[in-house]
């Protein structure tokens, strides 16, 4: 099994995007590359009636909501960049960016609280109350 390290620190936090807005889609892209997601995918998110979002990708619809971390959590984008030859060689992740936020999308299904993210959110909490020290009265 391999060693995975995590930098952070002031050297490689980019403090300029301390909040990042972070989405999650429903498809894999194949490219590890900068895209100009502000151009051509956050300037045609619309609001729904019910308060999601709406948006397409390559004409296929989206639907998403934007969710907030549990208090006292913070989400990190981490960048790898140098990827290793095999999986037995030490990895090194970076911080880049942190977020409070977070928008998941589905393809053409209203978001809801059975999608895996909300659900991943709401397990915080269950295992908050799970570890949490029990105080006699």
Request: hydrophobic fraction near 35%; charged fraction near 20%; include cysteine.
């Amino acid at each position: 099994m391999a060693t995975i390290h995590i930098n952070c620190g002031k050297g490689n936090l980019n403090c300029s995007n301390k909040n990042s807005n972070v989405q999650s889609v429903p498809f894999k892209i194949l490219a590890d590359a900068s895209a100009n997601v502000d151009k051509y995918f956050n300037k045609c998110i619309k609001t729904t009636e019910n308060g999601h979002s709406k948006a397409s990708f390559r004409g296929l619809p989206l639907l998403g909501k934007n969710v907030r971390l549990p208090e006292g959590y913070l989400g990190v984008v981490l960048h790898e960049s140098l990827k290793p030859h095999d999986e037995k060689s030490e990895r090194n992740f970076y911080v880049t960016n942190e977020f409070s936020n977070i928008n998941f999308w589905n393809w053409d299904k209203d978001p809801s609280d059975n999608d895996s993210i909300t659900q991943a959110l709401q397990w915080l909490d269950v295992a908050n109350a799970l570890h949490s020290p029990i105080i006699e009265e």
